[in-house]
């Protein structure tokens, strides 16, 4: 059976990053095990592409929720990358890091080294921010941040419309203040997509030590002894064992890590008895503390056809965002689908902003669907910290089986009313001045929406998951808490998770920064404890 130092499962956001510095520590030998492909498929480099990588399953897991309750039954569709980059090969390109209190409240739950104080240095470490180095930001790490390199005409209208109501102009939302709006950073560079598979597999790859398994489904966790002493994965067709000489590091984000450790036997007892897989460890919250962003769409219709919408509909502007893009690398193609957006306080009891809002220059009925035909954009209002928790959890002992992923969006009165006040503040916007000027119909909620149990219905019943699930081998000390602050997981030597799963709570805004800065920070705590 091969031998490795450490065997890395998952090349995704947070495993890009732990491979490429365990190689780059030049004395360990690293096998990378991914479930998809290479990252070769050419929508995936283009930020427009993000439209047609969201339904591929080449390069998307494309799960599924079970019938939510709180939905009218309705089930909820889930992109999540397959592919070496995982999701950060497809994902909407917001750079964003949350609050500073979000971290500080990780460490309020007792995981020394958690605090926003202790994240920052990752950050730091991860970024190549424009304007170079700073106190708060990094200036030559391998994730290249621009602030969108293409913003559309409708972006400063949005803008204007968020300075009409009174928010103040945010320069950089990664900064210290937060409340307000103002453009987005992008991991965009060059007119490309900045993944961790470019920025981190690509270099580690490289290395003699490092090794990269494509197409490798890992269906367990070899454990012996209470240790983890390797994986089994399914490639080909073939099985194949792999030692682990130090540690594994399951990085297969937040339904495929619960999922791995529930199948290896690791998980509630109950579960894993039920379906005939010897309990390894007892750990009653893998899978459990699910949270994701609820995000609920707000579209207009206008007759200023400066929308995504008129560059693809509309055959001489596609033939020139070709071109443009063939021969330049700018122009619609390098859109990332929100350029810019807000953070509100949307209660009036709040002491800090907890609704998010994504503007698009772009509408859709629904994202399995093309773009409206007329001119449209879209405003996605999202609660930042919900209350709402749910859960993955395997049906079956079949690793290739689909888990059960129950969410319970708006399953809080505190979550339904954040979601309400949202929905109004972005018609709110959409009915300022600046905006009422080019608005030519309200095609969601729709004006026939005029009270609260309006506005719920209509989170209800056109909400979408904003793509940012968290929680599931949740960090921390007491029985329920799968990994310790230093990501082992708790009774079994020799495995550790680092990716989204391990977030107690999840952050105000976009996940992606959060879950690279959790791999560089895996990477120094892995490396610590090797030495
Ligand atoms: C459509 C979409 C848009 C988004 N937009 C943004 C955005 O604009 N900004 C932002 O900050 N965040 C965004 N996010 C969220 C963000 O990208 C994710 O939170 C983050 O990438 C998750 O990182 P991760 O390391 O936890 O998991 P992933 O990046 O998903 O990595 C997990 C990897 O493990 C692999 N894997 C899983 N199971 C196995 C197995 N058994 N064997 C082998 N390999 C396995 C997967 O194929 C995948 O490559 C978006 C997400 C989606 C889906």
């Given at each position: 059976m091969e031998e490795f130092d450490f065997v890395v499962v998952g090349a995704g956001s947070s495993g890009g990053p732990i491979v490429d510095r365990l190689t780059a520590a030049g004395r360990y030998r690293v096998l990378l095990l991914e479930a998809g492909p290479d990252d070769t498929n050419r929508w995936l480099s283009i930020p427009l592409g993000f439209a047609r990588t969201f339904l591929d399953p080449e390069v998307n897991w494309e799960f599924v929720t079970e019938p939510e309750a709180r939905l009218d039954g309705r089930r909820v569709y889930w992109p999540c990358g397959k592919v070496i980059g995982g999701t950060s090969a497809i994902n909407g390109m917001v750079y964003i890091r949350g609050l500073p209190s979000d971290y500080d409240a990780w460490r309020q739950m007792g995981n020394e080294g958690w605090s926003f104080d202790d994240c920052l240095p990752y950050f730091k470490r991860l970024e190549a921010y424009p304007g170079g180095e700073s106190d708060l930001h990094g200036g030559d790490g391998p994730v290249k941040i621009t602030q969108g390199e293409y913003h559309g005409e409708l972006s400063a209208s949005f803008l204007a419309a968020c300075a009409e109501v009174g928010l103040p102009p945010i320069?950089?939302?990664?900064?210290?203040?937060?409340?307000g709006a103002g453009l987005y950073h992008a991991t965009v560079s060059n007119g490309r997509r900045v993944s961790t598979g470019q920025a981190y597999v690509g270099p580690a790859r490289r290395r003699a030590n490092c090794r990269v398994e494509t197409g490798a489904l890992v269906e367990r966790i070899d454990l012996a002894d209470g240790r983890a002493t390797g994986v089994t994965y399914r490639k080909d067709g073939q099985s194949v064992s792999v030692r682990a000489r130090c540690d594994v590091v399951v990085c297969a984000g937040a339904v495929g890590s619960p999922q791995l450790l529930q199948l290896s036997g690791i998980g509630p007892a109950a579960l894993l008895g039920g379906l005939g897989i010897p309990v390894a460890r007892d750990l009653p919250g893998v899978g459990e503390n699910l949270q994701d962003h609820w995000g609920v769409r707000s579209t207009y219709k206008t007759?200023?056809?400066?929308t995504v919408n008129d560059d693809i509909n509309l055959l001489h502007r596609r033939l020139s965002a070709i071109v443009e893009y063939a021969l330049l690398r700018t122009g619609p193609l390098t859109a990332n689908p929100a350029f810019v957006g807000a953070f509100v306080r949307?209660?009036?009891?709040?002491?800090?902003?907890e609704a998010q809002f994504q503007f698009f220059p772009w509408s859709t009925d629904r994202n399995d669907r093309g773009l409206h035909l007329v001119s449209g954009f879209t405003i996605l209002a999202n609660q930042s910290r919900p209350e709402s928790r749910g859960h993955i959890r395997i049906t079956s002992a079949d690793p290739a089986a689909r888990p059960a992923i129950v969410a319970n969006y708006l399953s809080t009165d505190h979550d339904r009313a954040v979601t309400v006040a949202a929905i109004k503040f972005a018609r709110l916007l959409a009915r300022t001045t600046t905006l009422s000027r080019i608005v030519t119909e309200e095609l969601l909620p729709g004006v026939e929406a005029g009270n609260d149990r309006d506005f719920l219905a209509h989170a209800r019943k056109e909400g979408q998951s904003a793509c940012h699930p968290v929680g599931t081998c949740r960090m921390g000390s007491d029985p329920a808490a799968v990994v310790d602050a230093r990501l082992r997981v708790h009774g079994i030597a020799g495995l550790r998770v680092a990716d989204?799963?391990?977030?107690p709570t999840l952050v105000s805004g976009n996940t992606n920064a959060a879950c690279m800065m959790i791999g560089e920070k895996a990477a120094d705590l892995i490396l610590a404890d090797a030495r």
């Open positions: 320069a950089d939302f990664n900064s210290v203040a937060h409340e007759w200023w056809r400066v949307a209660l009036p009891q709040s002491n800090s902003p989204a799963s391990i977030m």
